[in-house]
Structures are given as structure tokens and as C-alpha cells.
Nanobody, 123 residues
Framework: QVQLVESGGGVVQAGGSLRLSCAAS????????IKWIRQAPGKEHEFVSA????????YYSDSVKGRFTISRDNAKNTVYLQMIDLKPEDTAVYYC????????????????WGQGTQVTVSS
């Protein structure tokens, strides 16, 4: 079982930046697609970004493309989400999730996920 712990959330003004981190407990971390999924108040889970097990492929939703960058360091069992030019509509709880499925990368399907970190963007 993979345990995931997110960090790096906070309150930032529109146009600001944050970097989220997702640290995994297991060395088998490097066989999973790692996703960032967010949930805004009153809304359903939304796919944000994903990175393949090797780190060679990266995926983004249209709403964050060009502003967010995902990366992973398998040696450190950690995935990062660099977010720039943040907008109020980015306000949500951001969850890190691990998925073995490589066919539905842009979905909100997962096998394990963390407790989430709050990102609040003020206008």
C-alpha cells in the first residue's frame, strides 16, 4: 500500500505561485502514474495533472496548461506541482493520487490518495 502526503498549500494572491509536493512512503511508488486531482467547494473532483511512472510523459487539464508544471523525482519518492499565475478558480483542496492504470491517465480514477492540501487564491 502506498501512503501519500501532500504539502505546500497555502493562501496566495491572484498571479502568485505555489509548489505542491507529494511524498510517498514506498519504493514501489515508481511504478505508479501520479496525479494531482482537486476539489473545489461544492464541486466534483477535477483532474489537474499527471506524470507517468518514468516521468517521461506529463498531462495537464486545459484549465492549467501553461501555468502548472508537474515533475517527479523517483529517487526521493516525490512528485511536485509547480503552479504559477494562480487564479481564484484554482482554489481547491489538491490531492495527490497514485494510479496503476495507464489508459485513463486524465481521469480522476486512482488506487491510493493522500489527505489533500488546501490552496486558496484571493482576488
Amino acid at each position: 500500500q502506498v501512503q501519500l502526503v501532500e504539502s505546500g498549500g497555502g493562501v496566495v494572491q491572484a498571479g502568485g505561485s505555489l509548489r505542491l509536493s507529494c511524498a510517498a512512503s514506498e519504493r514501489t511508488f515508481n511504478i505508479y502514474v501520479i496525479k494531482w486531482i482537486r476539489q473545489a467547494p461544492g464541486k466534483e473532483h477535477e483532474f489537474v495533472s499527471a506524470v507517468s511512472a518514468s516521468g517521461g510523459s506529463r498531462y495537464y487539464s486545459d484549465s492549467v496548461k501553461g501555468r502548472f508544471t508537474i515533475s517527479r523525482d523517483n529517487a526521493k519518492n516525490t512528485v511536485y506541482l509547480q503552479m504559477i499565475d494562480l487564479k481564484p478558480e484554482d482554489t481547491a483542496v489538491y490531492y495527490c493520487a497514485a494510479a496503476i492504470d495507464t489508459l485513463n491517465v486524465r481521469s480522476t480514477l486512482y488506487d491510493y490518495w493522500g489527505q489533500g492540501t488546501q490552496v486558496t487564491v484571493s482576488s
